[in-house]
Every structure is written in C-alpha cells, then in structure tokens.
C-alpha cells in the first residue's frame, strides 16, 4: 500500500551513507515520543514502518513466538525494531550485487518493486529472530543457523516456513553493509539480502 503511494518503491527513512557506530557517522531520527532510533541506509529494510504516521503498535512487529522479555522493553528503542525485515536486496542498484561491478554507496537506492522479474523465486520480507527455543529465550538469527526454521514471504506474497540458510545466497558483497570493513572473499552472503544481481536474482 506505501509502494502504491510512493512511486513503486519501499520506503525510505535513512540516506545512503557508509558507516557504523565505530566510524561514528550513523544517522539518527526522532519519533514524536522523543525516542531517537540510529541507523544507516539499510536499516530501512528493518525500520520501514516508522515512516508510517502514526506508528504500528509495537504487539504488531513481532513474532507471536516472541518471548515476553520483549514486553519488558517496552520503554526503550527496542519495542519499535520488527522481528521481520524487507529483502536488502530492495534497496540497492542491481550493479551492488555483482561482485564484478559493486560500486558502494553510489549504487544504494531503493528499487521498484515492478523490478523484481522473479516472482515467485524472489524473497520479499523474511523473518530476522526465530524464537521457540527453550535454552535461548532471546531466540536466534534466523538467516544463517542450519536446521532452524522462519518465516519467508516471496514476492508473489505467498509465504513459507524453511530453513533460511538452506537457500542460495549469491555472490560476496565486498561493501557488505553490516561489516566496518570489507567482506571476506570466502563469505557466501546472507540469504535472501545477498542474493546475486538484486532484484534481478533468485532466493529458491
């Protein structure tokens, strides 16, 4: 409904800028409650919603598995961060996934969702923490753990429960966007963030 509004794209809270806490650059917004949320170009995949007025209810951001310590966050910037995120892949130029073309922050700007050429095989939104674990109630990261299991939703707006380090992760991003430096040559990516050629590339 946003991207209906807004010329076909995803929203857009952050400007394209590197950096990370350590560099010292993160940008910084502020809600009306006076919360400050910092952040960087592709945390607008993880903080989409804020863009909206008024703000989501924060019961609507997480998964129902979701242990009650989230409720006991309730007063800090945590009870507005979604246990769900768009695809990164959404918010970059097709080039930044190529790893004979990656360019950096030039290359980062939110894509047309008419873009995605793939759609059934093209993950839209996946789920960021996976809970149901008694020995781990803060849960885990449900991108890159074997055998745990999350919510996938594609961008035919179908959705699946699979194990997202199963699925094919594209190519090494030298400009990985959650690294101070650059991402190992080895590294195989993260699924579904990562996937080779952006928009244009398969997650399954």
Same mark, same amino acid.
């Given at each position: 409904?946003?991207?209906?509004?807004?010329?076909?794209?995803?929203?857009?809270?952050?400007?394209?800028?590197?950096?990370?806490?350590?560099?010292?650059?993160?940008?910084?917004?502020?809600?009306?409650?006076?919360?400050?949320?910092?952040?960087?170009?592709?945390?607008?995949?993880?903080?989409?919603?804020?863009?909206?007025?008024?703000?989501?209810? /924060?019961?609507?951001?997480?998964?129902?598995?979701?242990?009650?310590?989230?409720?006991?966050?309730?007063?800090?910037?945590?009870?507005?961060?979604?246990?769900?995120?768009?695809?990164?892949?959404?918010?970059?130029?097709?080039?930044?996934?190529?790893?004979?073309?990656?360019?950096?922050?030039?290359?980062?700007?939110?894509?047309?969702?008419?873009?995605?050429?793939?759609?059934?095989?093209?993950?839209?939104?996946?789920?960021?923490?996976?809970?149901?674990? /008694?020995?781990?109630?803060?849960?885990?990261?449900?991108?890159?753990?074997?055998?745990?299991?999350?919510?996938?939703?594609?961008?035919?707006?179908?959705?699946?429960?699979?194990?997202?380090?199963?699925?094919?992760?594209?190519?090494?991003?030298?400009?990985?966007?959650?690294?101070?430096?650059?991402?190992?040559?080895?590294?195989?990516?993260?699924?579904?963030?990562?996937?080779?050629?952006?928009?244009?590339?398969?997650?399954?």
């Amino acid at each position: 409904m946003y991207a209906a509004s807004n010329d076909d794209r995803l929203p857009v809270i952050f400007e394209p800028q590197y950096g990370t806490i350590e560099m010292g650059n993160l940008q910084t917004i502020t809600l009306e409650d006076g919360i400050r949320i910092p952040g960087g170009w592709f945390n607008n995949s993880t903080y989409a919603h804020l863009a909206f007025d008024p703000v989501p209810d /924060p019961r609507v951001l997480t998964h129902p598995a979701a242990p009650r310590l989230r409720q006991a966050l309730a007063r800090t910037p945590q009870r507005y961060l979604s246990d769900y995120k768009f695809a990164d892949t959404h918010y970059t130029d097709f080039a930044y996934w190529d790893i004979n073309t990656q360019q950096g922050p030039a290359q980062w700007r939110a894509q047309r969702l008419g873009a995605v050429i793939f759609p059934s095989s093209k993950g839209f939104m996946r789920q960021v923490t996976a809970y149901d674990f /008694p020995d781990r109630p803060d849960g885990f990261g449900a991108c890159c753990v074997d055998g745990i299991v999350s919510s996938v939703l594609w961008s035919d707006l179908s959705g699946e429960q699979l194990v997202q380090a199963s699925l094919t992760p594209g190519v090494p991003n030298f400009w990985h966007h959650g690294l101070i430096g650059p991402k190992p040559v080895w590294s195989k990516g993260v699924p579904i963030d990562n996937t080779h050629r952006g928009t244009l590339g398969r997650d399954r």
